[in-house]
Nanobody
Framework: QVQLAESGGGLVQAGGSLRLSCTAS????????MGWFRQPPGKEREFVAA????????VYADSVKGRFTISRDNAKPTVYLQMNSLKFEDTAVYYC????????????????WGQGTQVTVSS
């Protein structure tokens, strides 16, 4: 069974940067789409960013456009999320996701989920 493992979370001051990584292991991994969701304290999980298998198509939530960049390396395979100009409201548990076939930006559209990594931004 495919498993996803995130890393790179931590505590950072507002205006700082973090780079999240997520590596897949444990089975056949197709992943037409890989992405990131986040869940702020007391709120529902929300879409952050997604990227196609070839890396040619990316989609970002309006709240992170211009600040976050998603990328992937299919040889590992790994997906990254570079987060710049972090704000207090970016504080959340960030989850790595993958969809075998097709594209999705909704929580129910993905086949695999990581355990999450905590990102805390101090004001």
């Amino acid at each position: 069974q495919v498993q996803l493992a995130e890393s790179g979370g931590g505590l950072v001051q507002a205006g700082g940067s973090l780079r999240l990584s997520c590596t897949a292991s444990g089975g056949t991994f197709i992943s037409d789409t890989m992405g990131w969701f986040r869940q702020p304290p007391g709120k529902e999980r929300e879409f952050v960013a997604a990227i196609s298998r070839g890396g040619g198509s990316t989609v970002y939530a309006d709240s992170v456009k211009g600040r976050f960049t998603i990328s992937r390396d299919n040889a590992k395979p790994t997906v990254y999320l570079q987060m710049n100009s972090l704000k207090f409201e970016d504080t959340a548990v960030y989850y790595c996701t993958a969809r075998n076939f097709g594209f999705s930006v909704v929580t129910t559209g993905y086949d695999y989920w990581g355990q999450g990594t905590q990102v805390t931004v101090s004001s």
